[in-house]
């Protein structure tokens, strides 16, 4: 293995183990401020931090030439409203103590993926992808049968995800530019939503404290360097690589709602993941024997 994807897989799983670990005890730390106030701060305080990355990396030219094609700005727009939705469930799950939960959806949303690239874009599905397809369907089916539930966050959390993954890329936007004018398309909705928490005196991001008014803008570089750790990472030992280091997050994710917050996890749940990890193991062998064919 050459230096160049020794780095890439190092700095891939960083940013994974950022998400699945430093993320986690970082919202679970500032989850006082409730789900709506964290995924507003979260808006916000990312924009602000890819301005000033943005600047200081003189990117501004790829800002204003994507600005330039309405229909990428209308996929971005798109994409803003979906990783809206996802940061906001995912908050949810870590404050409610669901972590559990949400990494059940980490887990399968590349499998999603898959199966959003050949229903909506006519992507290739071979037999390893179709069973993996098959056994999440079977996981959800097996859900929705003995817990007599729709795993709701889950879900949310895997095709909200899915879906933005797939349109960010077929537009090819550098990762940092699209993810910037995202959020500055979601701030005014934020700045809306913190209007009205505050007007109902509901607000923890206040003037009067100034402790935690840092604690809630660090927010913003929570959500950015691992981006920019794993994207650095997928350029230098390829996607293939990193999507298998990215199961890290889920795992990460998976073990501390057990063993770390006693999150509940009985037989049912435990058959359930079992289909799934049947599902990811097929499916990363599949990218394995991709990547070593090409």
């Not at 550098?174 to 995202?182: F, M, R, V, W, Y």
């Not at 360097?225 to 390829?238: C, D, N, R, S, T």
């Amino acid at each position: 293995m050459n230096k160049k994807i020794l780095n890439g897989i190092l700095l891939g799983a960083a940013g994974s183990f950022w998400w699945g670990l430093l993320g986690v005890f970082y919202f679970k730390k500032v989850s006082f401020a409730g789900p709506l106030e964290l995924v507003v701060h979260r808006t916000i305080w990312t924009a602000f931090f890819l301005a000033v990355t943005t600047t200081f990396y003189s990117r501004w030219s790829l800002f204003t030439n994507i600005c330039k094609k309405k229909n990428k700005l209308f996929i971005l727009f798109i994409c803003g409203l979906l990783i809206f939705a996802n940061w906001s469930v995912w908050i949810y799950a870590v404050v409610v103590n669901k972590l559990v939960d949400a990494s059940f959806g980490y887990y399968i949303f590349p499998i999603i993926s898959v199966f959003f690239g050949y229903v909506f874009f006519n992507e290739k599905l071979n037999i390893s992808r179709i069973f993996s397809i098959s056994l999440v369907l079977i996981s959800i089916i097996y859900f929705l049968i003995n817990l007599q539930s729709v795993p709701f966050i889950g879900l949310s959390v895997a095709f909200t995800w899915s879906a933005y993954n797939i349109l960010r890329k077929k537009i090819k936007v550098e990762a940092d530019i699209g993810l910037l004018i995202e959020s500055i398309f979601l701030t005014p909705i934020a700045l809306v939503i913190f209007y009205f928490i505050a007007k109902k005196g509901l607000n923890d991001f206040s003037l009067s404290d100034p402790k935690t008014m840092f604690w809630l803008f660090i927010a913003g570089p929570m959500t950015v360097i691992p981006l920019y750790l794993y994207i650095k990472g997928v350029e230098l030992a390829g996607l293939g690589s990193t999507g298998m280091i990215f199961f890290i997050t889920p795992t990460c994710q998976f073990l501390l709602g057990i063993f770390y917050y006693g999150e509940i996890f009985d037989i049912n749940k435990l058959i359930g993941f079992i289909f799934i990890w049947i599902a990811v193991i097929i499916y990363l062998r599949d990218i394995y024997q991709g990547k070593n064919t090409l």
